[in-house]
């Protein structure tokens, strides 16, 4: 069932409909938040949305995505529906986004940066375990396509 409802579509501030749009909006929104513009790799993207005074942000994609971040060596996997809060140098309530360590796929729940800045991103489990990896691993040159593992 998806969790973003029309009520929450009502109250967007902004809504995009197809996958060149929506792509754009998303790396821009990552940067406007100080955050790295690679961290949303998704294909296929049907509709985005955020609600700017709650920074709730919303990505529907086609079928679910695998990436492998090649600076790392971390595979992640991007459902057909992300949802999160996103606000300046953190994204909280992250659904719909899992890492693999090891043989388990483990959910992502929160990612920020470092304050003050290092050059470090954090990845935080619901349990609260966390990876932190350097900021660098999740850019994307302009132009550059995201690819499927």
């Known amino acids: 069932m ?13 809504k995009y409909t197809g ?10 929104l990552l940067v406007e938040m100080g955050l790295p513009n690679g961290l949303l790799p998704l ?3 049907v509709e985005c949305g955020i609600i700017r005074e709650t920074g709730y942000v919303w ?9 492998k971040f ?11 529906e992300v949802t999160a809060i996103i606000e ?12 693999k360590e090891l043989l388990l796929w483990v959910t992502l729940s929160d990612i920020y940066l470092d304050d003050p ?11 609260g375990l966390y990876r932190t990896f350097p900021t660098s691993a999740f850019e994307v ?9």
């Open 59 to 67: 990505l529907i994609q086609k079928k679910k995505v695998e990436h």
């Open 117 to 127: 800045p290092t050059g470090k991103i954090t990845f935080k489990t619901p349990t």
């Open 43 to 45: 294909q296929d993207i």
């Open 141 to 149: 040159a302009d132009g550059v396509a995201v690819k499927e593992v």
């Open 19 to 28: 996958h060149e749009i929506c792509q754009e909006k998303s790396k821009t």
């Open 70 to 80: 090649e600076k790392i060596g971390k595979l992640v996997s991007y459902a057909t």
């Open 88 to 99: 300046k140098g953190k994204i909280k309530k992250l659904t719909g986004v899992k890492t």
């Open 2 to 14: 998806s969790q973003v409802t029309e009520e929450i579509r009502a109250k967007a501030t902004e």
